[in-house]
């Protein structure tokens, strides 16, 4: 009985040098996969939040242009928030509302564009 502890104690087990680079390969294998991935996620997470902050400022000016008698036909997203039609938030981008009117129709269309130091984009709204 003694023995059999003295050889269970004595036995020495671990990993071997292959098996530790096996398993770095394999988790190298996963991160080239996963890294892909997030990125998309983070790219198109950005996208929706400019979808978005785009739709806001472009409620808001339709509400600034129907409150508002002398509006003229353009509104920044900046006077929105300066006339409380917008809260406070950080933009990614400064937004212009521009609005035209069909002259046979009297259909409003509203055109949104944003801008900033590095690019810009827009998108449309009908009223």
């Given at each position: ?17 292959v098996e530790l680079l096996a398993v770095i ?103």
């Amino acid at each position: 009985m003694r023995n059999r502890i003295k050889q269970l104690l004595n036995k020495e087990e671990g990993f071997t040098l292959v098996e530790l680079l096996a398993v770095i390969v394999i988790l190298a294998i996963i991160l080239a996969i996963a890294v892909p991935g997030v990125g998309k996620i983070i790219d198109n997470a950005e996208l929706a939040t400019e979808k978005n902050q785009e739709s806001i400022v472009l409620d808001a000016a339709q509400l600034y242009f129907l409150q508002t008698e002398n509006h003229g036909d353009e509104v920044t997203s900046t006077t929105l928030k300066e006339k409380g039609f917008l809260e406070d938030k950080k933009m990614t981008k400064v937004y212009t509302v521009t609005i035209e009117t069909d002259e046979t129709t009297g259909k409003e269309t509203f055109n949104i564009t944003g801008s900033d130091t590095t690019a810009s984009e827009s998108g449309s709204g009908s009223n």
